[in-house]
Protein backbone atom coordinates (compact mmCIF):
# COMPACT_ATOMS: atom_id res chain seq x y z
CA UNK A 1 0.00 0.00 0.00
CA UNK A 2 0.61 3.99 -0.42
CA UNK A 3 0.48 6.75 1.89
CA UNK A 4 -0.09 9.87 0.60
CA UNK A 5 0.40 13.11 2.70
CA UNK A 6 -0.14 17.00 1.81
CA UNK A 7 0.95 20.08 2.86
CA UNK A 8 1.19 23.65 2.06
CA UNK A 9 -1.88 24.71 1.46
CA UNK A 10 -2.82 28.19 2.33
CA UNK A 11 -5.05 31.46 1.72
CA UNK A 12 -3.42 34.20 -0.47
CA UNK A 13 -3.88 37.15 -2.64
CA UNK A 14 -4.26 37.07 -6.44
CA UNK A 15 -0.79 37.02 -7.99
CA UNK A 16 0.51 35.48 -5.54
CA UNK A 17 2.49 32.26 -5.10
CA UNK A 18 2.21 28.87 -3.14
CA UNK A 19 4.36 25.09 -2.92
CA UNK A 20 2.38 22.05 -2.05
CA UNK A 21 4.26 19.09 -0.71
CA UNK A 22 3.17 15.60 -0.56
CA UNK A 23 4.99 12.87 1.00
CA UNK A 24 4.74 9.17 -0.36
CA UNK A 25 5.22 6.18 1.96
CA UNK A 26 4.57 2.92 2.18
CA UNK A 27 5.06 0.61 -1.03
CA UNK A 28 6.65 3.36 -2.75
CA UNK A 29 8.69 1.34 -5.22
CA UNK A 30 5.19 0.19 -6.67
CA UNK A 31 4.08 3.82 -7.97
CA UNK A 32 4.97 4.49 -11.78
CA UNK A 33 3.64 7.86 -11.62
CA UNK A 34 2.39 10.89 -9.19
CA UNK A 35 -0.04 13.95 -9.72
CA UNK A 36 -1.67 16.85 -8.44
CA UNK A 37 -5.42 17.03 -9.07
CA UNK A 38 -7.81 19.95 -7.99
CA UNK A 39 -12.09 20.17 -7.22
CA UNK A 40 -13.14 23.52 -6.49
CA UNK A 41 -16.45 24.43 -5.84
CA UNK A 42 -19.06 22.95 -7.48
CA UNK A 43 -16.50 21.54 -9.64
CA UNK A 44 -15.39 18.23 -10.62
CA UNK A 45 -11.91 17.02 -9.79
CA UNK A 46 -9.46 17.51 -12.81
CA UNK A 47 -5.77 17.00 -13.27
CA UNK A 48 -3.75 19.34 -12.71
CA UNK A 49 0.11 18.26 -13.66
CA UNK A 50 1.58 14.85 -13.50
CA UNK A 51 5.03 13.16 -13.43
CA UNK A 52 6.38 9.96 -14.25
CA UNK A 53 8.68 8.03 -11.55
CA UNK A 54 11.07 6.80 -14.21
CA UNK A 55 11.74 10.06 -16.61
CA UNK A 56 10.14 12.70 -14.66
CA UNK A 57 8.08 13.18 -17.90
CA UNK A 58 6.00 16.06 -15.97
CA UNK A 59 2.57 16.95 -18.19
CA UNK A 60 0.19 19.94 -17.19
CA UNK A 61 -3.39 21.19 -17.46
CA UNK A 62 -3.70 24.37 -20.20
CA UNK A 63 -5.20 26.57 -17.01
CA UNK A 64 -1.35 26.02 -15.42
CA UNK A 65 0.77 26.06 -17.88
CA UNK A 66 3.66 28.52 -17.41
CA UNK A 67 2.32 28.88 -14.12
CA UNK A 68 2.52 25.91 -12.07
CA UNK A 69 5.51 23.57 -11.82
CA UNK A 70 5.81 19.84 -10.47
CA UNK A 71 9.35 18.52 -9.65
CA UNK A 72 10.27 15.25 -7.03
CA UNK A 73 12.51 15.90 -4.14
CA UNK A 74 14.04 13.54 -1.49
CA UNK A 75 14.83 10.71 -3.54
CA UNK A 76 11.04 10.71 -5.20
CA UNK A 77 9.78 10.59 -1.95
CA UNK A 78 8.23 13.68 -2.31
CA UNK A 79 6.27 15.49 -4.48
CA UNK A 80 6.09 19.31 -5.07
CA UNK A 81 3.88 21.55 -7.22
CA UNK A 82 4.95 25.37 -6.98
CA UNK A 83 2.15 27.63 -7.91
CA UNK A 84 3.12 31.79 -9.50
CA UNK A 85 0.68 33.82 -10.76
CA UNK A 86 -2.09 32.67 -8.87
CA UNK A 87 -5.56 33.13 -9.77
CA UNK A 88 -9.06 33.05 -8.11
CA UNK A 89 -9.61 30.04 -10.35
CA UNK A 90 -7.16 28.10 -8.55
CA UNK A 91 -9.31 27.98 -5.38
CA UNK A 92 -9.54 24.57 -4.88
CA UNK A 93 -8.98 21.44 -2.61
CA UNK A 94 -6.13 20.42 -3.89
CA UNK A 95 -4.92 16.50 -4.27
CA UNK A 96 -2.14 14.61 -4.45
CA UNK A 97 -2.53 11.17 -6.82
CA UNK A 98 -0.53 7.90 -7.18
CA UNK A 99 -0.85 5.46 -9.98
CA UNK A 100 0.40 1.89 -9.18
CA UNK A 101 2.51 0.25 -12.22
CA UNK A 102 -0.03 -1.91 -13.81
CA UNK A 103 -3.14 0.77 -12.57
CA UNK A 104 -5.20 2.10 -15.72
CA UNK A 105 -6.39 5.29 -13.19
CA UNK A 106 -4.76 6.58 -9.90
CA UNK A 107 -5.35 4.83 -7.40
CA UNK A 108 -4.20 6.18 -4.07
CA UNK A 109 -5.01 9.72 -2.79
CA UNK A 110 -4.29 11.67 -0.06
CA UNK A 111 -6.63 13.72 2.33
CA UNK A 112 -6.07 17.12 -0.07
CA UNK A 113 -5.19 20.43 1.05
CA UNK A 114 -6.88 23.62 0.79
CA UNK A 115 -6.07 26.57 -1.71
CA UNK A 116 -7.69 30.06 -1.50
CA UNK A 117 -6.96 32.79 -3.82
CA UNK A 118 -8.72 36.07 -2.73
CA UNK A 119 -8.94 38.78 -5.48
Known amino acids: RVQLVESGGDSVQAGGSLRLSCALSGDTWSVCSMGWFRQGPGKEREEVAT????????TYADSVKGRFTISQEDDKKTLILRMNSLKPDDTAMYYCGARTCGAVRYDYWGQGTQVTISS
Open 51 to 58: ITMDTATS
